[in-house]
């Protein structure tokens, strides 16, 4: 009965040990994404946020948007970061960390509208150690006036290279959809 016992208790601490002795390593935590739209036109910047204070996903989002011309060219740079108690003091900036793990992460930028006509052209300019796709800055082309649903979604440890977010699988650290409007 003791060594029956003692087995169950060396297979429960065995099952029970830590991830990282399995080589397992738990991605950064996120709430903050920043969009810097710069125009191509005149270099002039528009600043889009998105912060998650429970870490929940849309339940209580604090967002702002922003006024883009039609028929206008943009870099858009993002800038990932976790604040836990959004007091600026304990805001951990977390772009260093996806550059410095390249291959280990990857942004998506999908648009949500039904025709997507808004935006004619949205392309990742930026890659990883590997030369495959990392998402951390991008080009877009508007098109006509109207409001735009632009979904961001941080990836950890996806596949790559792949050809869009439905095949890089891998863990979502941070989703959230971020709108903003193409005014003529």
């Known amino acids: 009965m003791r060594i029956g016992f003692l087995v169950v ?5 065995v099952s029970c040990s830590d991830l990282d002795d399995l080589g397992y390593v738990e ?3 996120y709430n903050i ?4 739209f710069i125009a191509k ?9 998105y912060t998650d204070p429970d870490l929940e996903g849309p339940l209580n989002p604090q967002t702002n948007t922003v006024q883009l011309k039609n028929n206008s060219d943009y870099t858009i740079r993002l ?17 260093d960390t996806i550059l410095s793990n390249s291959k280990d992460y990857q942004v998506f930028l999908i648009l ?3 025709n997507n006509s ?8 930026d890659t990883d150690d590997n030369q495959n796709t990392l998402g951390l800055e991008w080009e877009m082309n508007t098109a006509i006036t109207g409001f ?3 979904r961001v979604v941080l990836v950890y440890d996806p596949i790559k290279p792949n050809s869009n977010f439905n095949s890089a699988e891998g863990l979502i650290v941070f989703d959230a959809t971020v709108n903003f409007i193409i005014q003529g």
């Not at 994404?33 to 810097?36: A, F, G, P, S």
């Not at 270099?43 to 889009?48: A, P």
């Open 33 to 36: 994404v920043e969009l810097t």
């Open 112 to 114: 949500e509208n039904e």
């Open 118 to 125: 808004f935006v004619s052209t949205l392309d990742a300019i």
């Open 148 to 150: 735009v649903d632009m």
């Open 41 to 49: 036109e005149d270099n002039e910047e528009f600043f889009l946020s």
């Open 27 to 29: 991605p950064e935590k």
């Open 79 to 95: 800038n990932f970061a976790y604040d836990f108690i959004l007091d600026e003091e304990e805001r951990v900036d977390r772009n």
């Open 9 to 13: 208790c060396c297979l429960i601490s």
